[in-house]
């Protein structure tokens, strides 16, 4: 498969009051085209910081990359000319999906002004090679109108009803899974490569999340989009995805196709993580110890203190990875191979 | 357009309101019809010492003033330099204080903490008391009272302007706004500013009451513009000397202040009400 995104070896520090926290530890991902990539994690383990500088947004005042690749369509992102990301890339071959659908619209203007505001520059149909948009430039009639009936076209298949007049009405006026599908449709709008979603569906109740999973699924497939799909919620992941990487405290453990993840696992922490969902008899079975400090991480594969299987090499460097089978690896020296349940 | 319909259609509904919006329709009108609704409206510069003193009568409504000029006449040239003063001076400000207040909140560094620290001194010491000394330093003449008004009044808006940039910027649209390569420019006037034009409106609102009242209070303390200027400040002044039995000299300018001061209040609060979108979906649900 080709792949679309590769990142490579991904350091963030980012400076806090306790110290520099090292965020994202050589951290490394692939998305190939058309597929649905889910990075799951517990709160903290630094996907959206991953997501974030894959779109080059990291917080300027605090974050900063020590080094590493952000491979997409043949370009390192990292080392590509800001104004070339920000007028080819950011936007418009990647769009993203915010978690919060009730910032992510300005409360004073109506839908339509916000989503042509942006058709304005990331239509596909805008022409690209400007370095900075004047606020005065014109909206061509002719592309405006082509737009819009795009825009229409997109909100139809998000299942907004009666998109024309929806366009007219003020954010406040739509319920959080119609913002949700309005950021949806924004994010397919400029007919990108790949669409990072981060967490778009924590802010919904669990039947809405499960519609709009659904219908992001089908859209993406039907377009041939990639998605880059940020979740703590394994059951979210197990809904949409092809395949799934999983991280701990910024480093990636186990990458793999959806139903290897579930079926065998390999990681002894990707194992311990199934095995924390709350199951219907009632019992929680915790991993036991803590979640690492990020300033002082623990050397070597970061899970080595919570892990059963450590042993002297886990604390020496970071595990290589390992080739399980096609597009399945594991950052382990021990890696388990049962089924899950089965502990050997 | 329709904004504005919408705005005074809601305003009508809260009863507090609307009383401060007929005031201030009223107060307009007075100014701008002075010459017409004035009874005498030679008084303002003509002097009558045979007439001085008089009480309230059919020839003289509001009764006549230490110079035998019409007091009902005077107070309605009057409504013009309050007016006057008070657009002049909130206009100014707010040509100040939002755009400094813009800067800081926008920008991250020594130029927002050096504009901050500038307006927190103009705010460290009492408007009034600052007014004072500037329209001392500077002699009593209208120009001068507009000026010190301004020079005090600004750092407020400032303060409204970058609080509410501050919040904005956390928020997700003003972030992706940004992200997507909006030049600061773009995104302080075209997206920010609309949505923080309610609490500007507001400020300015309250703030023309505010300093109509500042100015009355110079104009008290002679620091307005000179005689014969029929300024409601200096006429209280001068009325205090004919107290108690010249009653009216003082009540007919005190309660114009009072309901002018008292209007753009009103006003003022209701449209803080009427403007918050976030309110909007609440009432628009109620009236259903």
Redesign the interface.
């Given at each position: 498969m080709t792949e679309l995104l590769s990142v490579r070896g991904l350091r963030v520090d980012f400076v806090t009051d306790g110290g520099v926290a090292q965020v994202l530890d050589g951290i490394n991902l692939d998305v190939a085209r058309g597929e649905v990539v889910g990075l799951v994690g517990e709160s903290g383990c630094g996907k959206t910081t991953l997501a974030r500088a894959i779109l080059g947004v990291l917080p300027a005042t605090a974050a900063r990359i020590r080094g590493g690749e952000v491979w997409f369509k043949g370009a390192d992102l990292l080392r590509e000319e800001a104004a070339v990301v920000n007028d080819r890339v950011r936007g418009r071959a990647i769009t993203f999906i915010p978690q919060d659908p009730y910032g992510s619209f300005s409360p004073v203007f109506p839908v339509q002004t916000q989503i042509m505001d942006v058709m304005k520059w990331k239509s596909p149909r805008a022409s690209i090679g400007r370095a900075r948009p004047s606020p005065f430039s014109r909206y061509p009639r002719e592309r405006w109108r082509a737009d819009r009936e795009a825009v229409l076209e997109t909100l139809r298949a998000v299942q907004i009803p009666e998109p024309a007049r929806a366009l007219r009405r003020l954010p406040h006026e739509f319920s959080g899974g119609q913002r949700q599908r309005l950021m949806i449709a924004m994010a397919l709008l400029p007919q990108p490569d790949l669409i990072i979603a981060d967490e778009p569906t924590t802010a919904l109740d669990v039947t809405i999340q499960a519609q709009i999973l659904r219908l992001l699924r089908t859209l993406v497939k039907e377009r041939g989009v990639s998605v880059l799909f940020t979740t703590h919620d394994l059951g979210t992941a197990h809904e949409i995805c092809d395949r799934v990487v999983v991280m701990y405290a910024g480093q990636e453990m186990e990458a793999a196709p959806a139903d290897a993840f579930f079926a065998r696992p390999a990681h002894p922490y990707t194992r311990r993580l199934l095995a924390s969902v709350p199951s219907p008899d009632g019992e929680i079975r915790d991993i036991p110890g803590e979640v690492p400090s990020l300033v002082n991480p623990p050397s070597g594969c970061r899970f080595h203190p919570r892990c059963e299987y450590a042993t002297a090499e886990c604390s020496a460097g970071r595990p290589p990875l390992r080739a399980l089978a096609p597009r399945h690896g594991v950052r382990c020296h021990h890696p388990v191979d049962a089924p899950v349940g089965a502990e050997p | 357009m329709k904004t504005v319909g919408f705005v005074l259609t809601r305003l009508a509904r809260d009863r507090s309101a609307l009383f401060g919006l007929v005031l201030i329709a009223a107060l307009l009108v007075t100014a701008l019809l002075a010459p017409i609704l004035a009874t005498h409206p030679e008084d303002v510069f003509e002097l009558h010492p045979a007439e001085r003193l008089r009480g309230p009568s059919a020839a003289h409504w509001l009764g006549t003033d230490r110079m035998g000029a019409d007091v009902y006449s005077r107070l309605l040239f009057g409504a013009r330099i309050t007016i006057l003063i008070g657009v002049i001076a909130v206009g100014a400000s707010l040509m100040v204080g939002v755009p400094v207040g813009l800067v800081a909140g926008y920008y991250?560094g020594w130029l927002s903490d050096a504009l901050m620290r500038v307006s927190d001194v103009f705010l460290a010491v009492p408007q009034v008391v600052l007014a004072i000394a500037i329209a001392q330093t500077l002699g009593p003449s209208l120009p001068n009272v507009i000026l010190a008004l301004s020079a005090t009044y600004w750092p407020w808006f400032a303060r409204v302007v970058y609080a509410e940039t501050r919040a904005l910027q956390k928020?997700?649209?003003?972030?992706?706004t940004a992200?997507?390569?909006?030049?600061p420019?773009?995104l302080t006037?075209?997206?920010v500013l609309?949505?923080i034009?309610s609490p500007i409106i507001v400020r300015a609102s309250i703030g023309m009451g505010f300093t109509i009242l500042t100015a009355a209070a110079l104009g008290f303390l002679g620091l307005g513009p000179p005689p014969p200027t029929p300024e409601w400040g200096r006429t209280i002044a001068e009325s205090r000397e004919f107290l108690p039995d010249a009653w009216w000299y003082a009540t007919a300018p005190g309660l114009a202040i009072f309901l002018t001061v008292m209007g753009f209040n009103l006003l003022g609060d209701g449209l803080r009400d009427v403007l918050d979108?976030?309110l909007?979906?609440a009432r628009i649900a109620r009236d259903d």
């Open positions: - | 991250h928020e997700v649209f003003v972030e992706s992200a997507l390569g909006a030049s420019w773009r006037v075209l997206h609309p949505n034009a979108p976030r909007r979906r």
